[in-house]
């Protein structure tokens, strides 16, 4: 079922295999080239101002409702906030900043 041109077409997996290889030898930086970060993406590092002690983030989860939840989320979308901002002020208001931390 072979024409005879066939034979002097190279195969699509061959094809395949060479744009593969080009791939993966772009993608590599050659050696004592350092890749950088591009310019709109900036670090959490980048941004702290010098000589300021970075203190590690952690989660803080509660479990509640679906309903309530929902409910949160819109009025801190309509009051142009977060629930994080909301949640932080309520507890910084209640139990105050360590006095670690100042």
């Known amino acids: 079922m072979n024409k005879p041109n066939d034979t002097n077409r190279p195969r699509y997996a061959d ?5 593969r ?7 590599e930086p050659e050696v004592g080239e350092v ?3 591009p310019d709109s ?4 590092l980048q941004n702290e101002a010098p000589g300021k002690v970075v203190e590690e983030m952690v989660n803080l989860s ?3 409702p679906k309903r309530l939840r929902m409910h949160w989320v819109a009025e801190a979308k309509r009051n142009d ?3 994080t901002a909301v949640i932080t002020e309520a ?5 105050g900043i360590s006095r670690n931390l100042v």
């Open 15 to 19: 094809i395949i295999q060479k744009a």
């Open 21 to 27: 290889e080009s791939e993966v030898a772009e993608q």
């Open 35 to 37: 890749a950088s970060l």
């Open 41 to 44: 993406q900036n670090t959490r």
């Open 62 to 64: 509660i479990r509640v």
């Open 81 to 83: 906030t977060s629930l």
């Open 91 to 95: 507890l910084n208001a209640r139990f």
